[in-house]
């Protein structure tokens, strides 16, 4: 589990292609198969994409979502064909923040699978964001594009595995732990008084902890805390001194400096693209 965690997200790790057209009862591209996620959006017209020999079609306005390591093919119809499409791979995006980590890991170990067709329109308004945000990536950074993938992985959850759970926790005392982190993770948290409030010698502790979670307790606190910081400048009102000081950092320099080891930019630039 911990040997594919980053400490930030590779801002190489998505790749827009398109817009490609095509006239009618034209091939698209032959039968191949792509080592990452992919996703195409379409614009206009209508694609038949088959995907390892199941054909789906995806008309405009919807977008179809392939895992990686699939055999697909596509050819238009009856009209013209505009699309385009994103490639990335998920694993790039599994940067040791618990929630992301909730999210990403059972698709990456390929025990979640969603529909290959996107057609409701909460999760097409994130697939297009994401597509959009790609575009400007040479002024916006990586950090917005982030953002939609993890939405976008979100509203999936939410709207066709909701069953799913992420990262699967057998040790009911270390699911305890784990609940206490999650609803006190603001607060000053030490591992060792958390080690011995739950009865574990702390070495002991610190070892389950990182086999149950692929993070050390110091690193996954970190990541709750930076998770809900990310969000709350997202969401704007609020000076990066006030969210370091509501999220549990202690002041709001270390606080930045976490901020840009995980996220590539520091507080400040997600705060100034909310004005813009």
Known sequence: MTGNLRERVDESA????????????????PQQRCDVTEIFLIEK??????????????????????PPGVIRSAHTALVPLLYQSLRFDTNAF???????????LPITAGKTTFPTVIRDAETMQAVKLLFEAARKQENAGSLFVTSYIYQLYGLL????????SAVPVTDSGMQEVLDYIDAHFTEPLSVAEISRQFGYAESHF??????????????????????????????????ISEVAAICGFPDSSYFTRCFKKVYGKPPSFLINMGKN
Do not use: W
């Open 14 to 29: 998505v790749e827009l292609r398109g817009p490609y057209e095509f006239r009618a009862f034209t091939g698209c591209f």
């Open 45 to 66: 017209g209508a694609m038949t994409l088959t995907v390892d020999g199941k054909p789906y079609r995806v008309t405009a306005g919807e977008a179809a979502l392939l």
């Open 94 to 104: 599994l940067t040791g923040v618990h929630g992301n980590l909730r999210l990403l």
């Open 157 to 164: 959850y939410r709207h066709h595995a909701p069953q799913v």
């Open 206 to 239: 610190c070892r389950r902890f990182k086999e149950v979670t692929g993070l050390t307790p110091v690193n996954y606190i970190r990541s709750l805390r930076m998770e809900m910081a990310r969000r709350l400048l997202s969401e704007g009102g609020q000076s």
